[in-house]
C-alpha cells in the first residue's frame, strides 16, 4: 500500500466485524443527467412495497440523487468493467451470510428481484459479507445514503487504504457509521467491495467533498495511487 500525503492520514476507528449477511439488489431504470439522478418514482414504490413483505432483519429501497466526486474511470475502462449508474438499490441484511444465501431464493425475494429485473437496463445483485465496521448504519428516513461502488486489482490493499480515506471522513465529516459488503466467492465481482454509510444530512458531508482540498489531495489521490476505483452514489430512501 502507498500512502500519499501521510500527514493527512488518521487511521479509521473500526468496530469488530459482525456475521450479518447482505443481499444487495441493484439497478438501473431512470435517468441521469450530468451527476443527478431521476429515478421513476412508480418502480421504485412498488419495489419499496415488496421489500415489506421480506423477512429479514432489514430490507430497504434506495433512489439515487447525486453522484459525488469519484477516481478510477480509465482504471475500469481498462479492465472492461463498466461504470456504477444504479439509481434503485435494494438492500437486504440478514442475521447471517447463510440466511441471506436462502432469502435469495424466498418467494418475497423473487418477487421482488423479477419486477427489478423487468423494470431494469442492467441489475447487479450479490450476496455478501461485512468486512469493515465503522458502526450499524442509520436507515433513518431523511438520512443521506452513501453506496460506494470500489474496484481494485488487489482487494486488501483496498482494505488498508480504506481504513485511512474512511478515518479522513471520520474526521473531517463526522462519518457516523459504515459497513463495507465483500461478495462471497463466486458472486459478481466488478465491485470487489461496496461501501455502505448514512449522514443525517448532507450538510455534514458535502461541503468537504467540494471545499476541502483533503479530498482530492488524500482521498481521491491515495485511491489513485493504489489503483482503486471508487464510484460514490448519494441516495435518499424510498
Known amino acids: 500500500m ?5 500527514h493527512l492520514a488518521v487511521k479509521a476507528r473500526t468496530l469488530p466485524l459482525t456475521d450479518d449477511g447482505f443481499l444487495l439488489l441493484a439497478g438501473e431504470i431512470g435517468t441521469w443527467r450530468g451527476n ?23 430490507a430497504t429501497v434506495f433512489r439515487a440523487v447525486l453522484r459525488t466526486p469519484g477516481e478510477g474511470d480509465e482504471l475500469l475502462a481498462a479492465r472492461g468493467i463498466r461504470s456504477a449508474r ?14 441471506a444465501q436462502a432469502l435469495r431464493e424466498s418467494p418475497a425475494y423473487r418477487t421482488l428481484a ?22 450499524d448504519v442509520d ?4 438520512h443521506c445514503f452513501l453506496f460506494n461502488y470500489f474496484y481494485a486489482d488487489d482487494r486488501e490493499t483496498l482494505l488498508r487504504v480504506w481504513e485511512y480515506t474512511a478515518g479522513w471522513f471520520q ?38 467533498l467540494i471545499f476541502r482540498p483533503g479530498f482530492r489531495r488524500f482521498v481521491l489521490a491515495n485511491f489513485q495511487a493504489n489503483g ?11
Do not use: C
Open 2 to 6: 502507498k500512502l500519499i500525503n501521510d
Open 36 to 58: 443527478f439522478a431521476f429515478p421513476p418514482g412508480s418502480v421504485a414504490t412498488d419495489l419499496a412495497v415488496l421489500a415489506r413483505e421480506i423477512d429479514a432483519e432489514e
Open 86 to 99: 444504479y439509481d434503485i438499490v435494494v438492500l437486504v441484511r440478514t442475521e447471517s451470510v447463510a440466511a
Open 114 to 135: 423479477e419486477s427489478m429485473t423487468a423494470a431494469a437496463r442492467r441489475t447487479h445483485e450479490i450476496v455478501a459479507r461485512n468486512a469493515g465496521r465503522l458502526g
Open 139 to 142: 436507515h433513518g428516513p431523511n
Open 171 to 208: 474526521a473531517k465529516t463526522a462519518l457516523p457509521n459504515s459497513a463495507m459488503m465483500e461478495p462471497l466467492a463466486g458472486e459478481p465481482d466488478d465491485y470487489g467491495i461496496i461501501n455502505h454509510a448514512s449522514w443525517p444530512h448532507w450538510r455534514t458531508f458535502l461541503p468537504s
Open 228 to 238: 482503486i476505483a471508487a464510484q460514490p452514489i448519494i441516495y435518499r430512501r424510498v
